[in-house]
């Protein structure tokens, strides 16, 4: 069975998470997920920026390792993962520490990130690719991690306005997603996805 890949991208906060967590609770046997987040490298290999550790440089993923995942994917193998998905891993909070899992081909295959659409390789993988568009603040203020507001302009704004945004660009679908609901933007995606 070779699966269908599709992209679930935007900018941090957009709802990327959520949306990808919701659509595999919902299609349990259906659709499997993949999340950047859990390729990032260590936090010793995090390049300084402006005072802070800066950690939404694409330079901090291993992209050869997700490209060799999709491809093991696409063959119809099985892939393990280190991850943090707090379903997966809800332990991960207290001990920062990532669990292996194993990931079993699905007829769709959900690549979640805001830099899914950044690697040429990725983005060749992907059979469609949909952008949840949020304004800024409201995804500012939807963010979970590294909240800090000097973070925020310093590193943040300048990363997502040079190497996130102008990858919107190869987007197939784009959900302007800024006053809908989680339930209205899953309607949305199901759409794209079943019809």
Not at 44 to 65: C, I, Q, S, Y
Not at 103 to 124: A, Q, S, T, Y
Not at 162 to 175: L, N, R, S, W
Request: no cysteine; aromatic share 10%.
């Amino acid at each position: 069975m070779e699966p269908i890949f599709v992209g679930i991208v935007g900018g941090t906060g957009a709802g990327k998470s959520t949306i990808s967590n919701m659509l595999q609770d919902k299609y349990p046997n259906k659709i499997g997920l993949i999340q950047l987040d859990d390729y990032f490298k260590s936090s010793t290999e995090v390049a300084e920026f402006k005072g802070f550790r800066n950690w939404d440089h694409p330079n901090m993923l291993h992209f050869d390792k997700i490209v060799e995942d999709l491809s093991e994917l696409s063959q119809g193998k099985s892939i393990t993962i280190n991850t943090k998905n707090k379903k997966l891993n809800p332990e991960y909070k207290e001990t920062g520490k990532k669990i292996s899992v194993e990931l079993n081909p699905k007829p769709i295959i959900l690549v979640e990130g805001h830099f899914v659409l950044f690697d040429e390789r990725i983005r060749n993988f992907l059979d469609t690719s949909i952008w949840l568009d949020v304004d800024y603040e409201t995804r500012w203020d939807r963010r979970v991690h590294f909240k800090y507001p000097e973070y925020k302009e310093k590193v943040l704004k300048p990363m997502h306005d040079k190497f996130v945004e102008p990858t919107k660009k190869y987007a197939d679908h784009i959900i302007n997603a800024s006053d809908l609901t989680k339930d209205q933007i899953l309607k949305e995606v199901e759409k794209i996805l079943f019809t």
